[in-house]
């Protein structure tokens, strides 16, 4: 039996939260239906008053937790560099509020905060001893276009693997290691004015190496050339697979990110067969949660459906 264990991402059902068609009780319903257990939380989106939420609300939400018998894995906090119209938040600031959310991770039951790498090294380090009394551990996430060998997450890695040991970590996001455009990318480009065999011809370059002479140089025009120049960048697979060997030890948590599948087989944007051989290889024990984001490009697709795929094709890479 693997080690591995499939949550979700509640931001997952974010179409169906935006447009009040579940509320938050309704997802968390909905995630217990399809089987999942362990759950994230993005307190921006969901949680009512935040970064202020009151203590009477983290209690009917763990209560909800405990009614649907779910695991509360990853408080997702966001650090607001834009709170105040006049400035940015100050380091004494983002530490208040990083604590904040450690405490109220903590109360609703979470084991885990996820912050953002607007958090700096300096700032990481002195979570420490708050990590160590309340005891929660905090997380920055690792999300495309960066990469192991950026020279700020080699300062992080260096805090995790030393005076952050075991309260530090990262959540590695599957958006770093994302290959080719996916279907709901290709089709917005349509609709925003590409033509479809100019944009053929575009995915066929990136596939070749991206060599964007070749279609600013060519018969395209300036919302193709513009594409082709985005997709060049988003879909670049910033990160190597094997990187992972040498900084799994600091992934408390991972983001699963896929954006749109139409079979329980195969993805041609994100490399998960590769991704979780690997994973499983180096020993990671802990939760890999599904986080849908096809709802950025078209909110007419069924989440549910997505998420379905998403569990098979996981399912079976995790059991081989």
């Given amino acids: 039996m693997s080690d591995i264990k499939l949550g979700i991402s509640l931001y997952s ?7 009040e068609k579940l509320d938050l009780e309704g997802i968390l319903k909905k995630a217990r239906d399809m089987g999942y257990r362990g759950v994230e939380i993005v307190a921006a989106q969901m949680v009512p008053q935040y970064p202020y939420p009151t203590d009477e609300w983290l209690a009917e939400f763990k209560a909800l937790l405990a009614k649907y018998e779910l695991e509360p894995v990853c408080w997702s906090a966001y650090i607001d560099m834009g709170i105040r119209s006049d400035r940015d938040l100050t380091e004494e600031e983002i530490i208040q509020f990083t604590v904040n959310d450690l405490i109220y991770a903590k109360k609703a039951g979470f084991p885990l905060v996820r912050t953002q790498h607007a958090i700096t090294p300096k700032i990481f380090r002195a ?12 997380t920055i996430e ?26 530090l970590g990262f959540v590695p996001d599957f958006s770093i290691f994302q290959t080719m455009p996916h279907k709901l990318y290709l089709d917005q480009a349509i609709s925003f004015g590409c033509r479809e065999d ?13 060599d964007y002479s070749l279609v600013e140089n060519g018969d395209f025009n300036e919302i193709e050339k513009h594409t082709a120049e985005e997709m060049f960048a988003k879909f670049s697979a910033p990160a190597r697979i094997e990187q992972l060997k040498d900084v799994m030890d600091c992934a408390f948590y991972i983001h699963g990110k896929f954006y749109y599948l139409d079979n329980d087989d195969h993805d041609v944007c994100i490399p998960f067969e590769e991704l979780v051989a690997e994973i499983k290889r180096l020993g990671y024990k802990g939760y ?27 399912t079976k890479q995790i059991e081989k």
């Fill in 13 to 19: 059902f974010s179409t169906e939260y935006i447009h």
């Fill in 127 to 138: 979570m420490i001893p708050y990590c160590k009394e309340l005891g929660v551990k905090l």
């Fill in 142 to 167: 690792m999300h495309h276009p960066h990469h192991p060998a950026v020279p700020v997450w080699k300062e992080y890695f260096e805090i995790m693997k030393n005076e952050g040991k075991g309260w």
């Fill in 198 to 210: 100019k944009l053929a011809q575009i995915v066929e370059i990136h596939k070749n190496g991206g």
């Fill in 288 to 314: 890999i949660a599904s986080e849908y984001e096809g709802h950025h490009f078209d909110e007419t697709i069924d989440s549910e459906e997505q998420l379905k795929h998403f569990v098979a094709l996981m």
